[in-house]
Structures are given as structure tokens and as C-alpha cells.
């Protein structure tokens, strides 16, 4: 099982601070996705759930009677997920620099 793990790191020649950009960058756009169903599904539970979360702030000021817009969705995935892709990239390069 090692050898395949090997084998396919060998595959993936990107330097290791990019791999972690990458790999950030996914995570937050699969995470806002789940996020935005679970908004879409039950809006006032899922409010409800961050005025706990956030302890006791109110977010209902954020509920609003305009439809959800698919260009308003891509486009905030795409801008956290070239946030995440920098805010990755440098800190694997900055952990790279500094020999962890």
C-alpha cells in the first residue's frame, strides 16, 4: 500500500508550498458549498444555528426576501477560493523557509 501512496506523490510533481494551496483552496470551496445547501435547505435553522455559534450575535438582519443568485454564489467561491489558494501557497512556503 506504500508503494502506490509513492507512487502516486511521484505523479503529482508540484512543489509541496502549491499542493497546500491547493489543497486549501478545495477544502474551503467544498465547505462554502455545503454551507450555501444547508442555508438554502432550512434558513432559519441554519440562522439560528450561527447565533449560537457565535454567541448570541444576531444574524438574522442577514435573511432577505431577494432570490439566491448562482453568479453571487460562483463568484464568492471564487474569491475564497483564490483567498485560500494564496493564504495556502504562502504558508507553505513560509513553513518550507522555516524547516518544519
Known sequence: M????????????AHPALSTGIALAV???VFYALCTLVWLAA????????NSLFHGMD???LLTTAPFSWIGFVEALLVLS???FLAGTFFG???LRLGA
Not at 506504500?2 to 510533481?13: G, Y
Not at 434558513?43 to 450561527?50: D, K, L, R, S
Open 93 to 95: 512556503w513560509l513553513r
Open 2 to 13: 506504500s508503494t502506490l501512496v509513492v507512487a502516486f506523490r511521484n505523479q503529482t510533481s
Open 27 to 29: 477544502a474551503v470551496a
Open 82 to 84: 483564490i483567498w485560500a
Open 59 to 61: 444574524f438574522t438582519s
Open 43 to 50: 434558513p432559519n435553522a441554519f440562522i439560528g444555528f450561527m
